[in-house]
């Protein structure tokens, strides 16, 4: 299990690199609980926001990937792994 919520996601592209991922296949992935342990704080809804937080966090750090150049989007709430 990954240390970062970033580092369990980069580790889910990478385990699925020819798979357009969408947003709510990266959301049960975590949910499952196998490349990530989400905390109850985590999963609890945001004050300002109808959703968990856990699904902020990972739409921030798809942002982040993006600008690295690890994944890239294929379409709306659909990205991929990045082969170079």
Known sequence: M???MEEALTRIF???P???LEIEDLYNKFLSGNYYKLTDYQKEDD???P???YKHM???IIARLKKKGIIT???RN???FKIK
Do not use: A, G
Request: charged share 40%; aromatic share 8%.
């Open 18 to 20: 020819n798979e357009v």
């Open 14 to 16: 990478k385990d699925n």
């Open 73 to 75: 989007r294929i379409s």
């Open 51 to 53: 959703s968990p937080r």
């Open 58 to 60: 990972i739409r921030s």
């Open 78 to 80: 659909k990205y991929k």
């Open 47 to 49: 004050p300002k926001y």
């Open 2 to 4: 990954e240390n970062s």
